[in-house]
Nanobody
């Protein structure tokens, strides 16, 4: 089993920055990929960004390109989401997901393990 824990959320003003962290533990593979999703109240969970473990390739949803950056530190088994120039519409619970098969797509079913989420609230 794999445990995934997110941290770093909070309440900020529009234009501020936050860095989310995702720690994975348990029987992970060094080659596993990871992604960030988010879900606002009354909305479907949507893809934000993904990163491949082997090649360092990254993928982003259109609405965060140029503002968010996904990265990793494999020595710490930790993934990050740097969020800059936050907007009120970024308000959501942000989830970290892990794919043991190395998937990096935007579909929820591609990922095997999920964290409990961390709340990001952006005020205008």
């Amino acid at each position: 089993q794999v445990q995934v824990v997110e941290s770093g959320g909070g309440l900020v003003r529009a234009g501020a920055s936050l860095r989310l962290s995702c720690a994975a533990s348990g029987r992970t593979l060094s080659s596993h990929s990871a992604a960030w999703f988010r879900q606002a109240p009354g909305e479907e969970r949507e893809f934000v960004a993904a990163i491949s473990w082997n090649g360092g390739t990254t993928y982003y949803a259109d609405f965060v390109k140029g503002r968010f950056t996904i990265s990793r530190d494999n020595s710490k088994n930790t993934k990050y989401l740097q969020m800059n120039n936050l907007k009120p519409e970024d308000t959501a619970v942000y989830y970290c997901a892990v794919s043991m098969a190395g998937h990096t797509g935007s579909r929820r079913y591609e990922y095997d393990y999920w964290g409990q989420g961390t709340q990001v609230t952006v005020s205008s």
